[in-house]
T-cell receptor, first 112, second 115 residues
Framework: DQQVKQNSPSLSVQEGRISILNCDYT??????FLWYKKYPAEGPTFLIS?????DKNEDGRFTVFLNKSAKHLSLHIVPSQPGDSAVYFC???????????FGGGTRVLVKP | EAGVAQSPRYKIIEKRQSVAFWCNPI?????LYWYQQILGQGPKLLIQ????????DSQLPKDRFSAERLKGVDSTLKIQPAKLEDSAVYLC?????????????FGNGTRLTVT
């Protein structure tokens, strides 16, 4: 039972354009959402998060949008840079603690 | 600050053998996690420690997996006996506290291949 799903396994985008990564969840008890970025042979690194009391959080080129009614969140990267090429994981947590449930990841390739 | 350290980076064993992984979290981080990441999937939590006590081990296959965190710092994860389906990257992570707004810091992982 996948509680967090990233339906697009890969995404290719031109440098300078917008990258949009999507994530859906099924567990209505989730109320904190995070995005992690992973380069090959390295562990995931925290990118940005959003609490369920907000619908948008922005940090530089990265913006996360949350639609609670649709149980959907997205990550926008604008403008995309070649160094953004990595696997991006969506993760969710309930109020009880930060036990994270991860999605399967989306591999992003930014072409120069 | 120094990151989460894990060793070894790679391990190849035959099925039914045993293996152990080591993790040293970021200094001062009370909470330590072991995740299993199978190829093509997201990381899955195996066990969470708060200091040297277990907070959550609901997804740890306890018939073959064991973990300990003596003195609330370093941790080891052991598999005995290993099965083919245990082939994965084992990630250790730590955080200051075990709650929201305390992002996890991951190590580079140990890639295990069981043949």
């Amino acid at each position: 039972d996948q509680q967090v799903k990233q339906n697009s396994p890969s995404l290719s985008v031109q440098e300078g354009r917008i990258s949009i990564l999507n994530c859906d969840y099924t567990n209505s008890m989730f109320d904190y959402f995070l995005w992690y970025k992973k380069y090959p042979a390295e562990g995931p690194t925290f990118l940005i998060s959003i609490s369920s009391i907000k619908d948008k959080n922005e940090d530089g080129r990265f913006t996360v949008f949350l639609n609670k009614s649709a149980k959907h969140l997205s990550l926008h990267i604008v403008p995309s840079q070649p160094g953004d090429s990595a696997v991006y994981f969506c993760a969710a947590s309930g109020a009880a603690g930060n036990k994270l449930t991860f999605g399967g990841g989306t591999r992003v390739l930014v072409k120069p | 600050e120094a990151g989460v350290a894990q060793s070894p980076r790679y391990k190849i064993i035959e099925k039914r053998q045993s293996v152990a992984f080591w993790c040293n979290p970021i200094s001062g981080h009370a909470t330590l996690y072991w995740y299993q990441q199978i190829l093509g999937q997201g990381p899955k939590l195996l066990i969470q420690f708060q200091n040297n006590g277990v907070v959550d081990d609901s997804q740890l296959p306890k018939d073959r997996f064991s973990a300990e965190r003596l003195k609330g710092v370093d941790s080891t994860l052991k598999i005995q006996p290993a099965k083919l389906e245990d082939s994965a990257v084992y990630l250790c992570a730590s955080s200051l506290v075990g709650g929201l707004n305390s992002p996890l810091h991951f190590g580079n992982g140990t890639r295990l291949t069981v043949t």
